[in-house]
């Protein structure tokens, strides 16, 4: 009796932290400033969370206009926090972007996180909102 009664627990307990993960299921959007002060680009995040798992993809547009998806990997929910990582290739070389950042209602304020020219990480911050389109 005692182990079903705490195996009933834990699968409640498991429930409750699942439920309290922050609702980022769906598309996000933010705008990033164009280089050299151009028009701004807007950025999409098809975000899916599993069980914690957060899966997905980066959309902007690419050369011609032709629209560029990047897969995620390493995705978390932890909470109102996520995180996850795009690696791309540039010039026959990867490139990997690290994204954290925290949930609030239909905002998620973004911490993204590039190598620079030189090496050095550049960090910037943007805010996404949740689309509805």
Known sequence: MTKKLLFVLTILLVAAFALMAADVTGKWVYEQPGRGGGNPTQVTLNLKVDAGKLTGSVVRPGR???????????????????????????GGNAMTTEYTGAVSGNEMKLKITRPGRDGTPTTNE?????STT
Do not use: L, Y
Request: a negative charge; charged letters at 30%; aromatic letters at 6%.
């Open 126 to 130: 943007f805010t996404a909102k949740r």
């Open 64 to 90: 011609g206009g032709e629209p560029m998806e990047t897969q995620i990997s390493e995705g978390k929910v932890d909470g109102d926090n996520i995180s996850f990582k795009v690696t791309t290739q540039m």
